[in-house]
């Protein structure tokens, strides 16, 4: 499957933005779908999931109450809401998939196969 993620881009702090991954070759909802990112010199975090089968959510602690993550299987698209933005925040995001029968570690880097080029998220004090 291919990844292309959008709607990064500059914000004031407590600003809104939604990021978009649209996916290609394959059956969408046979995939979890998640957001992580990864600020300049720090390790790639995850941020958000959503599982493919039953659209569980799962979400960072940085993250949990400001962020949501949804999907739209009949546009093949898993979005990432992201509201009340902080400095801290600044980042690339990468959205990233895999499939369903993987199962386990869905907040887990390692175990998400598939990956978009990422897309920058810059949030103004």
């Known amino acids: 499957v291919q990844l292309q993620a959008s709607g990064g881009g500059l914000v004031q702090a407590g600003g809104s933005l939604r990021l978009s991954c649209a996916a290609s070759?394959?059956?969408?909802?046979?995939?979890?779908m998640g957001w992580f990112r990864q600020a300049p010199g720090k390790e790639r975090e995850f941020v958000a999931a959503?599982?493919?089968?039953?659209?569980?959510?799962y979400y960072g602690d940085s993250v949990k109450g400001r962020f949501t993550i949804s999907r739209d299987n009949a546009k093949n698209t898993s979005y990432l809401q992201m509201n009340s933005l902080k400095s801290e925040d600044t980042a690339v995001y990468y959205c990233?998939?895999?499939?369903?029968?993987?199962?386990?570690?869905?907040?887990?880097?390692?175990?998400?196969?598939?990956w978009g080029q990422g897309t920058q998220v810059t949030v103004s004090s």
């Open positions: 990233a998939a895999r499939r369903t029968s993987v199962g386990y570690y869905i907040t887990r880097l390692s175990k998400f196969d598939y």
């Open positions: 959503i599982s493919g089968s039953r659209g569980s959510t």
């Open positions: 070759g394959g059956t969408f909802n046979a995939y979890d």
